[in-house]
Structures are given as structure tokens and as C-alpha cells.
């Protein structure tokens, strides 16, 4: 295929195909807010003294993270029909994703709570502070901090991993290239097109992440 006709194709499909990118950023800044803090609550579950906490915190992260993204979206989507819970497509994505986000990152929120200094938590006990403020007050902003780059950096793959989703259905950027290739058979030019696409956003976060992270060693 001539230069011509790769441009012509990237003219045809670029409008929808960006359509498709605000719905994969729509799905990873959903999916960031959802399973971001609830990985904060199972990293606290799991490191509670009391067993009725900790394990059932522990069994879900562990099955979050041996899962595949991709089983657990066919699923939400495919499985639960059967005993009743239906849900749309991208209700699906963001419910599948949130929860294998969640298991992620609570273990990089977990690897960063326990990096704060044992001297810091003493500190706290010293002044006879409860529990609950040393965790509120001294535990989880330095460990959320140290945490940080670990997870802007999942935030990245997460980008990425949305292109699961066309499997379900939902029409993001992968979900139109294919969609785009059927009714053009010029699968190398709009999937080509596609990974320009990712690669762009991705580099860009990149950039971003690495200046956050250095903003956050400053301070």
C-alpha cells in the first residue's frame, strides 16, 4: 500500500478512532477512582490484626491478581447473566478492571505503608496517639507517598489494558480498529494507527509520571 492510501485510511478512521480514545481514558480515570482506594482498603484489611479482616482482604486480592483482566470481564459480562446480574458493557469494564486495579494496587499501597519508618510509628505511640490517628495521621500519608510512583506507573498499563475491553464488546479504540478493518480489509494501516495512538498517550503519562515523582522526591 502506498503512503497515499496508509494517509487516506488514517484520514477515514482518525475521527472515530479518537471517539474511541476518550472512552479508553473515560474507563482508566473511572477505574483509577473506583480501584485505587479500594486497593488503600484492602491493603488496611490485610494488615489487620483481626482474622475475619485480614483473610477475606487477603482472598480477594489474591484471586484479583491470579485472575486474568480478561476472565474476570467475560465474567462480569458474560457469566453473571446466568444467576441474574446483568450489567452494560462499560458498566462491565469498569467493574472487571476496578477490581484486578484494586488487588494491584493494593500491593504497592501495602509495600508503601510498610516503608515508613518504624521510629515515625513510635514517635506517634509516644505521644500517645490511637491507632487509628498513627494510620490517619503519620502511616498512610508517608506511605501514600512512597507508593506514588509505583502507582501512576500501573496507571500507565492500565491505559493499555483497556483495550480488554473490546472483547466485551465496548467500542474503545481497539473495538474500532477492528471494527474499521472489517469494513476496510486495511487491518495493517488502522492498527498501526491504533499503536500510534496508545504509544502517544502512553509516552506522554510517561513524561508526566516521571515529573511527579521527581516533584514528590523534592518535597
Request: aromatic share 10%.
Amino acid at each position: 500500500m502506498s503512503e497515499t492510501s496508509w494517509l487516506s485510511v488514517w484520514a477515514g478512521a482518525l475521527p472515530e478512532m479518537l471517539d474511541g480514545l476518550k472512552l479508553s481514558l473515560l474507563i482508566t480515570v473511572v477505574v483509577i477512582l473506583i480501584g485505587m482506594p479500594l486497593g488503600l482498603l484492602l491493603s488496611l484489611g490485610s494488615g489487620s490484626r483481626l482474622k475475619i479482616v485480614r483473610w477475606p482482604c487477603f482472598a480477594i486480592v489474591e484471586i484479583g491478581r491470579g485472575t486474568p483482566a480478561l476472565v474476570t470481564l467475560y465474567i462480569i459480562y458474560y457469566g453473571l447473566p446466568d444467576i441474574g446480574l446483568t450489567f452494560s458493557a462499560l458498566i462491565s469494564s469498569f467493574i472487571g478492571l476496578s477490581i484486578t486495579t484494586a488487588a494491584y494496587s493494593c500491593e504497592y499501597i501495602r509495600s508503601g505503608l510498610r516503608s515508613v519508618p518504624r521510629s515515625q510509628i513510635e514517635a506517634g505511640q509516644a505521644l500517645d496517639l490511637k491507632w487509628s490517628d498513627i494510620y490517619r495521621k503519620i502511616v498512610i500519608p508517608q506511605g501514600m507517598r512512597i507508593a506514588i510512583p509505583a502507582l501512576l506507573g500501573y496507571s500507565i498499563q492500565l491505559f493499555q489494558m483497556t483495550s480488554l475491553t473490546y472483547n466485551i464488546t465496548v467500542r474503545e479504540i481497539t473495538g474500532i480498529s477492528y471494527s474499521y478493518g472489517l469494513q476496510t480489509f486495511q487491518y495493517l494501516a488502522v492498527f498501526a494507527l491504533a499503536g500510534l495512538l496508545y504509544a502517544a498517550v502512553s509516552t506522554l503519562c510517561t513524561i508526566l509520571v516521571a515529573w511527579l515523582e521527581r516533584s514528590v522526591a523534592l518535597h
